[in-house]
């Protein structure tokens, strides 16, 4: 029996509907998983940073963000299983809000936004993935602002972090790079003074005049080279360097 022309325009209204809804569904997920990629990428900046500076890393978002960390795209399974408010204590757009709130609002060059950007981007993330068949238009609508703000301010605060850590790989670089020059000139000097006084063992065996003599001029000559702190390397320091040089220029016969 054929459908009226009435019915059939019904028919194609409602599976025109369901196909609209499913498509918004698919592009939820597929929102979720770029939350959860930008979530890695704070991640991955926070470890980097971690390696060259000090960035204060808050144990109780790690709990759950290292969970995800070390998985690919594919958590829906896990999230469907326990859902949002059981694994995050998450229940709505006023906790979504809040967390998102409190990460927005930390200024660039503090380093804390990363470790809130990335929570904050997980949790959206992770309840796009447990209530994307229940949200409507106007329930996705207040969730894309937040999400275009934690977008932007992630984007503007990587960058910012990876230049800074393209400031602390170089000072890091040149600091390592003055020490060993440093510790080249006190090497030298403790070489040179030992050629000087005839030193032959770090023990002395009793000649006090000789190791008084030794440490005053080691201690004077390395103070000269700390130009930047005045500061002398200690008697311990002296001697540990100084049967370092006796073993390395001692005859091979």
Not at 73 to 100: P, V, W, Y
Request: charged fraction near 30%; hydrophobic fraction near 35%; aromatic fraction near 6%.
């Amino acid at each position: 029996m054929k459908q009226s022309k009435k019915n059939q325009k019904k028919t194609v209204k409602v599976n025109q509907k369901q196909s609209s809804s499913d498509n918004l569904k698919t592009h939820l997920l597929w929102r979720a998983k770029q939350l959860f990629i930008l979530h890695r990428r704070l991640s991955k900046c926070i470890l980097a940073l971690n390696q060259h500076g000090d960035v204060p890393d808050d144990i109780a978002m790690n709990a759950i963000a290292n969970k995800y960390l070390s998985l690919k795209i594919d958590f829906e399974k896990d999230i469907k299983k326990h859902g949002t408010s059981k694994i995050l204590g998450i229940n709505n757009f006023e906790d979504i809000l809040s967390i998102a709130d409190d990460a927005i609002k930390n200024r660039i060059n503090n380093p804390r936004i990363l470790q809130s950007l990335r929570y904050a981007c997980l949790c959206l993330s992770l309840f796009y993935t447990s209530n994307y068949q229940d949200m409507e238009i106007q329930d996705i609508k207040k969730y894309t602002a937040i999400e275009n703000l934690l977008n932007g301010k992630s984007h503007e605060a990587i960058g910012y972090w990876t230049a800074k850590l393209e400031i602390m790989k170089t000072n890091k670089e040149h600091g390592a790079k003055a020490m060993q020059d440093k510790g080249d000139k006190n090497k030298e000097a403790i070489r040179q003074i030992i050629k000087e006084q005839n030193i032959t063992s770090m023990d002395f065996r009793g000649d006090k005049s000789k190791r008084e003599s030794f440490y005053e001029t080691a201690k004077k000559r390395t103070k000269e080279i700390d130009t930047k702190n005045k500061t002398a390397l200690t008697e311990s320091r002296i001697q540990k360097i100084g049967r370092q040089i006796l073993k390395e220029d001692k005859p091979l016969i």
